[in-house]
């Protein structure tokens, strides 16, 4: 049977981003194929605000008669629909997905990640975004996580043979991109338009380094409260060593190798090849103490001259320009 619905639930740093613009921004030619993408409480072109709610969470979910709206949304038999957030692989309860996406109806696209890959990218983000000070390899330490255990919670409500595995490895790609990739899991769609390149860059080099010692000094909440993150994020455009990735040496990687070999011995076995863990990732150093004198100066600069949120923060740290330590 077709399934009536494709639920695209991640998992994060596999081009989930690019992916909803795509469909967001395609809507005529989704239709003439016969697809929905729900215009339906989208946030940054995802459905993040459904996965909220079906999560239960306490303040990002959805006003009361949701469930009705989203079952007009969708109750055109003529279509199919398709759903997408990196937020369901991880947050959601399968069971609670279950309540709109009936298994037999449901198909599952999920992308995973080579792990250390995965976990750097992830550890910028956390960074950013949050009061993290842990350095890298403490970060893997604290927070492993497998994929397997995940998926198979999914498993379990929708059964293997519901969910498309698919790694996130250009080489593995479809048509060379992800969108063209998860154009093909839908079957095909012609007249797309295809988003400009990914936008959301990783902070790196000294900007993480700087923003990890900041985050010594701020709460939890005074850390994630907009716009600080998105603070972070603009300087990546600053400096070529601000963005991308974060020099990672051999230890690391065999760390990674030790702790997720089993999970990718699982993962394997379900016929998912994330290629290998590289032995090392040449990228920004972080810290680079050759630069981070002149790279905290100019950090300081940019936010006095823009009166950046964070500046109350920053002024309680030693190393800021007059500092008063």
Known sequence: MTPRFVLHIGANKTGTSSIQRML????????????????????????????????????RGLARGWRAAFATATADPSYR???????FFRNVPPPAAATLFPPGQTRIVLYLREHLGYLASWYAQAVQERNLTACFDDYIRL???????????WEAVYGAAAITLRPFRRDAFSGGDICTDFLAQMGGVDGIAMPRSHSNLTISGNLLAFKRMLNHVMSYDEAHAHPIPDEF?????????????????????????????????????????????????????????????????LIARVAQETGKSFLPYARRLPVWPGASG
Do not use: M
């Open 24 to 59: 967001a921004d395609n809507a005529q030619a989704l239709a003439r194929a016969g697809w929905v993408y729900p215009d339906f409480h989208l946030l940054h072109c995802g459905h993040h605000p459904l996965a909220y709610a079906l999560a239960g969470h306490p303040k």
């Open 81 to 87: 629909y398709v759903i997408s957030s990196e937020l």
């Open 143 to 153: 927070f492993p996580q497998p994929f397997t255990g995940f998926l198979k919670r």
């Open 233 to 297: 994020g603009a300087y990546a455009e600053l400096r070529e060593s601000f963005r991308g990735r974060f020099e990672t040496g051999p230890d690391t990687a065999a760390l990674v190798a030790r702790i997720f070999d089993a999970d990718r011995t699982a993962l394997g076995d379900r016929g998912l090849d994330l290629g290998p863990i590289p032995e090392r990732v040449a990228g920004h150093r972080c810290p680079d103490i050759e630069t981070l004198q002149d790279d905290v100066s």
